[in-house]
């Protein structure tokens, strides 16, 4: 590592300025684990270009409900197993690992995410909302109360990921119809046979929502 | 002997109240510690290296270049040179590193050597088993022959079949495990449905005494019978945590060996025959079945056929068990009765539209060759009433257009009797009340119900109770299988609080004046029978026993559940499809669910049992197959994106119905898990055949077996 800037803002900064040959050795690496080594096979025989990341371990920032959390992690390592493993925070889940069950959702610049096919590299600077953050103030969004009150959980390992579903699926669509509920859940799979709490509970959060709403703007209906 | 039976219906306080799920905000708000969460200080992690051969033998495993690897901790083979290996997936080795990703890197170091030998991993086609199969001995009662040959009688004889499915829990098998050598100490955080036995499994596979280990679990990630045993994985991470010195060692399946190795539930196909006199009377059945377990996995009790109609007076019984080179499998909720359902109800809803009957009417014309005819009576008549059959149902194949609907229903049975459980329960001076159970909640609402009997005895407020479970220093209790725990522990926990109890009232008594056994226990308060005002607080009370707790023991004996728990229900459940004949896609648009139910103790986590019940069904009556492929003799689809379950789009509406009478209650409480997933399968296929006028035989009911059906090109099996 030859940089003096730290990794993640370097990457961050190749990015914000458009595309760089710097820019693209930090993706690049990032994906290696994925795609192999062959992007890499040329650059890597001359003298390592400042701004590639690993393969070893490296020092990143993550803002993770709010807080700048620096954290290690190799270039492959998902944002999920950084958070788990390396963080302990441990809300979300490792389930499917290949991004199809959703136990792992969290909300990136207020967008859903599959914590386990986002690479922790790529989310430096990014807002990350994991389910933690649901009850971190004095009282939990009202998402969490309406999974209890309606038995939306039986073993609870896909609710962190179903309420964070639930939460990307309100902040933009405050008033969903049952169809909406369904269909903005359809991400998220769970074992138990829990989704006619879950469904119930997510309409319940939307009133309690908008009541609450309502409530801090002077209005009587929301 | 103390009386142990439970106040009246109309006196209970708690028990019988839907109560909220004692952890369900801590599980919603993410909080909930599973083992696969806890991290104890120093874990390193570890991985499997496993077979990719469906038979082969080792012929020599290298773990030189591993063991040089960064990071790298320690190695454990499973395998050694020599060794056969009997399905895809089956362990090789075990690596730790210091994180995973250098444990995985490690782990492709291995090499391994086989020789590779033939393999059989499908058992659709009984004919190819060859010696694989082993047939159990025929099983005759009265004369089928005879009775097919009557006359007057009309016969329909047909193949079914259900493939292998997983359990595909979502919190993998798996555990973190420290063995300290020096003290010879486990520390062990598996995910297990049994934390009172699954210490002595692991010690048994380490020569360790059970006393060496300590087990402890707050939440488990689904087990639904896979998760007993200590497995290969728990005692090779055991060994790697000694040989790195003690550190804890992390070792969790990944998705695909979970849904390779970690458990399946039998398949089932088969030929059946069955017949009945002109008036729909089942006369004969005569079925030759077979069935996968894997390698050598359980297999599937056909004397069990037919299903529910047991007194059918003539009946011929053949079964092979086939032996496949694939995981092996496990007890699935309901061990044999989805199975064996689908069977005995998709023959009997297409004997009747042979016979041009309402399946309805066929069913109640059987209901007396069944165990409960009066139960399934009501239950049928209750679930056509809330389905809307009478103006629903229509003949097999005559609803019109390209999208059509159609109604199917089924009939299940369960025991779901308490199994055998052990509470301490403690009173303090101080006042407060401690229950400790080595139980645990699978989701189920375990928690919650134990205290609600411990509040319920004591007249406390659920809050008053400290309940501690998920730990083998607690009392044992059995395993959480077959629909067994709530019998169990709510039997143990009341034992166990009415014991204390009267401790409790004799040391209060003298104040009060009375004789302790006129006392009572109602808002915590000790008071004479039915006169509050002569009372004394619950602290009070306590305040009397000095220095000493109280603490006092309950247990369950199966054999002798004193009216606590009892088993055995019926249940029917009808289904409402719609099949576009087009594309084959099956949508359910309902599911009603009659069930035959005990004492409740928390209605609202009993709906969670039957609604999880209905939808792990829907689950496997549309959607899930294992695939092996013939050539590779691996599992394609071992993800979750090609092994697909149902959605929160995909389940329909789902109404449920069960009777908390005074009547039921009597029959002191009986489990749910598992009769409520019983029939579902049934009843969606029975629903799809009506629906499109011909029987797709092989579930699931996915578009392509649909479309064959449809089409006529179902391929036979033999």
């Known amino acids: ?222 | 002997m103390p009386d142990y039976s439970y106040p009246p219906m109309e006196n209970r306080r708690v028990i019988g109240k839907r109560i909220t799920r004692l952890d369900g905000v801590e599980k919603a708000a993410g909080k909930a510690k599973y083992n696969s969460d806890v991290r104890p200080k120093g874990t390193i992690h570890a991985v499997g290296v496993f077979s990719p051969h469906a038979h082969a033998r080792v012929k020599s495993v290298d773990t030189s270049a591993a063991e040089k690897a960064p990071g790298f901790a320690a190695v454990s083979v499973v395998a050694k040179p020599g060794a056969e290996v009997n399905w895809a997936g089956q362990e090789i080795a075990f690596i730790a590193a210091d994180t995973e990703e250098r444990a995985r890197d490690a782990a492709s170091l291995v090499k391994v050597e086989y020789e590779v030998l033939p393999h059989l991993v499908r058992e659709e086609n009984l004919a190819k088993a060859g010696v694989r199969g082993k047939p159990a001995g025929e099983q005759v009662t009265g004369d089928p022959d005879a009775a097919f040959s009557a006359s007057g009688t009309v016969s329909h004889e047909a193949e079914y079949g259900i493939p292998v499915i997983t359990h595909c829990c979502l919190e993998p098998h798996g555990q973190i495990v420290a063995w300290d050598g020096a003290a010879n100490q486990i520390k062990y955080w598996p995910s297990t449905q049994t934390v009172s036995a699954v210490g002595g499994d692991l010690a048994k596979q380490l020569e360790l005494p059970a006393t060496n280990i300590h087990v402890h679990q707050d939440h488990i990630g689904g087990g639904f019978g896979s998760k007993f045993q200590s497995d290969v994985w728990g005692a090779e991470a055991a060994r790697l945590s000694k040989k790195a010195g003690g550190k804890p060692v992390k070792l969790y399946l990944d998705r695909r060996e979970e849904l390779t190795i970690a458990g399946v539930r039998p398949s089932v196909f088969g030929k059946v025959k069955l017949a009945a006199n002109a008036s729909g009377e089942l006369t004969a059945w005569d079925s030759t079945t077979w069935m996968t377990g894997g390698f050598a996995g359980g297999g599937l009790n056909a004397d069990l056929l037919p299903y529910v109609f047991r007194n059918v007076a003539n009946r011929r019984i053949n079964h092979t068990a086939v032996s496949t080179n694939c995981g092996t499998s496990r007890a699935w909720r309901a061990p044999n009765h989805p199975q064996v359902c689908y069977i005995t109800c998709a023959a009997m809803e297409d004997l009747a539209a042979k016979m041009k009957m309402d399946p309805v009417e066929f069913f109640l014309k059987n209901v007396d060759k069944t165990a409960r005819a009066d139960t399934y009576r009501g239950q049928i008549l209750k679930a056509s009433e809330m389905i809307g059959w009478k103006k629903n149902w229509k003949p097999r194949g005559s609803s019109p257009g390209t999208v059509k609907r159609g109604l199917g229903l089924a009939v299940g049975t369960w025991g779901g009797a308490g199994h055998a459980s052990q509470c301490r329960a403690t009173i303090n001076p101080d006042g407060s009340a401690v229950v400790e159970i080595g139980s645990q909640d699978l989701g189920t609402g375990t928690r919650t119900i134990i205290v609600q009997v411990a509040a319920e005895t004591y007249g406390l407020p659920m809050n008053a109770i400290t309940l501690k479970l998920g730990d083998n220093m607690y009392p044992a209790s059995g395993a959480s299988g077959g629909s067994t725990t709530v019998g169990g522990v709510s039997a143990s926990t009341r034992k166990a609080t009415v014991n204390a109890l009267d401790k409790l009232f004799a040391a209060a008594a003298p104040s009060l004046g009375v004789p302790a056994d006129q006392l009572e226990a109602v808002d915590s308060k000790i008071q004479v029978k039915g006169n509050p005002a002569k009372s004394m607080t619950w602290k009070a009370a306590c305040g009397k026993l000095g220095v000493s707790a109280i603490v006092e023991t309950g247990a369950n004996d199966p054999r002798n559940p004193m009216g606590l728990t009892t088993g055995g229900v019926g249940g029917c459940q009808m289904a409402d499809v719609s099949v576009d004949i087009e594309t084959g896609v099956v949508k359910l648009n309902k599911i009603v669910a009659v069930q035959d139910i005990g004492l409740v103790i928390n209605p609202k986590t009993a709906d969670s049992q039957v609604y999880g019940g209905i939808i792990m069904g829907i689950c496997a009556a549309l959607y899930e197959e294992r695939v092996m492929d013939e050539m590779t003799g691996r599992f394609v689809n071992a993800d979750m994106e090609f092994y697909k379950l149902a959605g929160a789009g995909d389940i329909g509406e789902i109404e449920v119905q069960f009777e908390i009478t005074p009547d039921n209650d009597k029959r002191g409480v009986i489990g749910l898990g598992e009769p409520a997933t019983v029939p579902t399968i049934a009843a969606i296929a029975n629903a799809v055949a009506n629906a499109i006028g011909v029987r797709p035989p092989v579930l699931p009911l996915s578009a392509k077996n649909v479309l064959n059906a449809l089409h006529n090109t179902t391929r036979r099996f033999a």
């Open chain 1, 1 to 222: 590592m030859s940089s003096k800037k730290k990794p993640d803002q370097e990457l961050q900064a190749a990015r914000t300025s458009g595309f760089s040959r710097r820019g693209f050795l930090g993706t690049a690496s990032a994906t290696a684990g994925a795609v192999g080594g062959g992007l890499l096979e040329r650059p890597a025989q001359a003298a390592p270009p400042a701004g590639i990341m690993g393969p070893g371990e490296i020092e990143i920032t993550l803002t993770i409900n709010g807080k700048a959390t620096p954290v290690k992690v190799e270039p492959r390592t998902t944002l999920l197993d950084a958070l788990r493993e390396r963080l302990e925070i441990t809300g979300a889940k490792r389930v499917c690992d290949r991004g199809t069950c959703g136990a792992c959702t969290m909300l990136v610049n207020g967008k859903t995410v599959y914590a386990c096919t986002a690479l922790a590299v790529d989310m430096a600077g990014k807002k990350i909302e994991t389910i933690e953050s649901l009850s971190a103030g004095a009282r939990p969004h009202p998402i969490v109360p309406a999974f209890a009150n309606h038995d939306a959980q039986q073993c609870g390992y896909c609710t962190p990921g179903m309420v964070m579903a639930s939460k990307g699926l309100l902040d933009q669509t405050p008033n969903p119809t049952y169809d909406q509920v369904k269909a903005g859940l359809g991400g998220n799979l769970c074992r138990c046979g829990t989704y006619v709490g879950i469904r119930k509970a997510v309409l319940d959060a939307a009133k309690e929502l908008r009541a609450t709403g309502a409530r801090k703007n002077g209005g009587s209906n929301a």
